[in-house]
């Protein structure tokens, strides 16, 4: 299907950054959660001879063109289609003791899922809602967006979407239901909005496409349970990688992190440890990378990307 190729020819975020947290992995395998288009994957194999990588995406178009473009590195490369919270059980299955010396995981959606219309996620598109990045399950945008009450509404628009105009969107979306239509939405969420407020900050319905977006795939709920699985999934020296773009995504990637730098210890802070806690992860460059200005002019998609990195210890 080499025909869908163009759709997913992005630059990915970061790369060359990416690629340089791997730099000093032992051989082994990178467990990349987040496969879509496998930009960053390519440019790991093509890099260090090495290693090797086991991608994991729940979205089968992405993984069509993955595929392809990692068949030139033959047994260096496996795929296989699962939500990332899955993540302990593919690598028993897949790799059994092999070992893992890498973990990377590009939160969000991608690029080529914003650009084809008929995914739902973009108010740029005139579009059936759905958002769902597993075609196979049954809560869509649709549902959500129909069917929620004005307070679950307004709680993912607010939880999901830091949007402080939640109440009003939620209760204009109910009383123009049924809502059918990406532009529809857009438009119910932009005129919700007080003027004054949507003259700054990007399109008024953005927060309310993520909010919906997150919640249809449950992403910040399955995020803990990933990241957690591949710190301990590492072996010692193997680097953790994870590029976020949400308040909400990066504020759990830091608390996992930073638990798993701790140990979970529960001694006071300033004094010195006596319960026993045994740190998994040592931080590297504490308080997360952001793209440069360069990267960020050519790629506005990276404008709000934070790069966290750990090493197992």
């Known amino acids: 299907m080499a025909e869908n190729h163009d759709e997913f020819d992005h630059q990915p975020v970061m790369l060359d950054e990416i690629v340089a947290a791997f730099d000093s992995v032992p051989a082994g395998w990178v467990i990349d959660a987040t496969l879509g288009g496998a930009g960053h994957s390519v440019a790991i194999l093509d890099a260090y001879p090495h290693l090797c990588v086991l991608g994991i995406d729940q979205d089968v178009d992405a993984l069509v063109v993955a595929r392809d473009r990692l068949a030139r590195f033959g047994e260096r490369a496996r795929t296989v289609q699962a939500r990332f919270d899955s993540f302990a059980a593919i690598v028993r299955s897949e790799l059994h003791d092999q070992p893992i010396v890498g973990a990377l995981f590009d939160l969000g959606v991608s690029s080529p899922q914003f650009d084809r219309a008929e995914r739902g996620f973009s108010y740029r598109f005139d579009a059936a809602l759905d958002m769902r990045m597993d075609a196979s399950q049954s809560l869509s945008a649709m549902t959500v967006v129909n069917e929620y009450d004005e307070k679950q509404l307004a709680r993912v628009l607010r939880d999901f979407g830091d949007e402080r105009f939640a109440g009003r969107i939620a209760r204009s979306i109910i009383a123009a239901r049924p809502v059918e239509t990406t532009t529809q939405l857009a438009e119910i969420t932009r005129d919700a909005i007080p003027a004054p407020a949507r ?25 803990p349970v990933a990241v957690e699985a591949a710190i301990d999934s590492l072996s010692t020296g193997g680097r953790l990688v994870v590029l976020s773009y949400h308040s909400g995504e990066d504020r759990i990637v830091k608390k996992v992190m930073r638990d798993a730098e701790s140990g979970g210890c529960t001694c006071p802070p300033n004094l010195p440890c006596v319960c026993g806690a045994l740190s998994k992860v040592r931080l590297i460059r504490r308080g997360g990378t952001t793209p440069s200005a360069s990267e960020c002019s050519v790629n506005p998609r990276a404008e709000s990307a934070r790069l966290r990195l750990a090493e197992r210890s």
């Not at 003259?199 to 995020?223: C, D, M, S, W, Y």
Request: proline share 4%; hydrophobic share 35%.
């Open 199 to 223: 003259r700054t900050g990007g399109h008024p319905a953005k927060r309310t496409f993520q909010a919906i977006r997150i919640e249809v795939n449950n992403e910040l709920t399955i995020l």
